[in-house]
């Protein structure tokens, strides 16, 4: 009986200890970290429940509703700024232009938010790499985005634009069909030529798509993993064969990007005096080159680079293009203003490349479009206190989930913020319109490098083709666009696909 006692007492203690340690350990945390509790208990948001504090809000999100959690969570907390902790890690939501901008602005908080893991294609690339990593590539690779370098793609804009023109006479007037793979092997294209100087033609010797194919699956798994907790750990994701299926994806467009270097490596040293001869300066892939032959980079990297560039940059433009075509099939009024805009601008039946500052509709339609359907959210891990207008300080520590989507549908920014209102961007509003309300390609160091390589690209593309092709679709649009049903694939796609119809003028 006694030792039954002592035993019971024994655990009695045991626990007691074991209770007193974590408590222990708990206040030394909000000690240590007091700075951070307090800046989290003066925001808005929801309450913090034990081991997984706000994450209960999350529950049913997806990459299919994202958006409108994301409406309805700007409803409960219209100041622009909320906090919750998603288990021991504080998260800040914001929409507001001010916070926003001043984040992106910072030299010091570079680094992307630990979610971003999930969307890794490779390590430390530069889209989506880190710190000293992200400086080192960042800088080697800038001067491949210059705007002087862009004067020497027009031929390769011309030659591969018109090909994709004539590729669509095959749909004419047929049934409604998805436009996404046409564009896209058409800005796979043109990456490749432009930036790798390697005319693979995709567009012709990929005809079933394939290529924009396994991109599309590729992206699709990244994002389902990333939205389904269960799949986060890396051997449930392996014992599924998943991991398989991507590590294949990614051996696939490896394989590409190895056949466009060698094609470019044959004539590199021809290419190298021309440059050199010419005073012309050096191309994206030269520049990588480069540093390999200096030891700076390696080969794999170099691969690993351009295929995260090719990548991103071909998906992103092709989806814009894709959406524009889709809507000008849903708005025939802004079509028809845009038709005869081009018109009026261009002499026969061709668009030229020095005709494009002179289509500002085309211009307005392409903002509005990624206005709505441009990047939606990026992501912050915030390394040094960021001041904003003296009103508030967000401290070390805070993972800053930047809502861009947000931002593009404030009705203090945006007349018509549901609608597709090119007018949003005429000369007069944009000029009424404070900096950073409008933030396509985010903004600060980690701008996107490619954004005036990407407004000229697109902006002929769909310019050329609208010359020659009606659109139109049966699908109706709601009178809001946030109510559409989309899938988050990089950007916001839309459920039902890019389906349109076209006819010849």
């Not at 997984?52 to 959690?69: A, E, F, P, V, W």
């Not at 025939?332 to 805009?341: G, L």
Request: hydrophobic letters at 40%; proline letters at 5%.
């Amino acid at each position: 009986m006694d030792i039954g006692i002592q035993q019971l007492k024994l655990s009695h203690i045991l626990w007691i200890c074991l209770i007193g340690i974590f408590a222990i350990r708990a206040l030394y945390r909000r000690w240590k970290h007091r700075k951070i509790y307090a800046f989290m208990a003066s925001l808005p948001g929801p309450i913090s429940l034990p081991f997984i504090g706000g994450d209960y809000i999350l529950i049913g999100i997806s990459r299919t509703n994202l958006c409108g959690k994301m409406k309805t969570l700007t409803k409960w907390y219209p100041d622009g700024v909320s906090g919750m902790w998603e288990r021991n890690e504080p998260h800040v939501l914001t929409s507001s232009r001010e916070v926003l901008n001043a984040v992106l602005s910072s030299s010091e908080n570079i680094d992307k938010f630990y979610h971003y893991d999930h969307f890794q294609i490779v390590a430390n690339s530069m889209i989506t790499a880190s710190g000293t990593e992200w400086r080192t590539i960042r800088n080697i690779v800038n001067p491949g985005f210059r705007s002087n370098i862009l004067s020497l793609f027009d031929d390769n804009f011309t030659y591969h634009t018109r090909a994709f023109v004539d590729r669509l006479e095959k749909y004419e007037n047929s049934d409604e069909f998805d436009i996404f793979v046409p564009v896209h092997l058409c800005t796979i294209d043109l990456i490749s030529d432009n930036m790798v100087q390697a005319r693979i033609g995709v567009q012709e010797n990929d005809p079933t798509g394939r290529m924009s194919l396994a991109m599309t699956e590729l992206f699709e798994m990244m994002f389902e993993r990333a939205f389904s907790p269960l799949l986060w750990p890396d051997f449930i994701y392996k014992l599924l064969g998943k991991q398989k299926i991507i590590d294949q994806l990614i051996s696939e467009h490896y394989n590409f990007v190895q056949r466009m270097l060698e094609v470019h490596i044959k004539k590199k040293q021809e290419l190298r005096e021309e440059n050199r001869h010419a005073g012309n300066p050096q191309i994206y892939i030269n520049i990588l080159l480069d540093k390999v032959d200096k030891g700076v980079l390696t080969k794999d990297r170099v691969i690993a680079e351009v295929n995260e560039t090719l990548m991103a940059g071909s998906y992103t433009s092709g989806t814009i293009v894709a959406w524009v075509f889709k809507l000008l099939g849903m708005f025939p009024d802004i079509q028809e203003r845009a038709y005869q805009e081009l018109k009026e601008s261009c002499v026969g039946d061709r668009v030229e490349l020095d005709d494009l500052p002179k289509l500002v509709q085309i211009e307005m339609i392409i903002k509005e479009t990624l206005r709505h359907f441009g990047v939606p959210f990026t992501g912050r891990h915030i390394i040094k206190d960021v001041e904003i207008n003296g009103k508030l300080t967000i401290p070390a520590g805070i993972q800053m989930f930047l809502n861009i989507y947000g931002l593009h549908h404030d009705p203090e920014y945006w007349e018509k913020p549901g609608e597709f209102y090119p007018e949003h961007f005429s000369p007069l509003k944009e000029k009424s319109r404070p900096r950073g309300a409008f933030i396509p390609f985010l903004g600060g160091p980690r701008v996107c490098p490619g954004s005036r390589y990407a407004m000229r690209s697109m902006k002929l593309m769909i310019a050329s083709t609208l010359l020659r092709y009606k659109f139109s679709t049966d699908e109706k649009p709601p009178e809001d666009l946030r109510d559409m049903d989309y899938r988050y694939i990089v950007l916001l796609h839309p459920a039902a696909g890019f389906r349109v119809k076209i006819e010849r003028r």
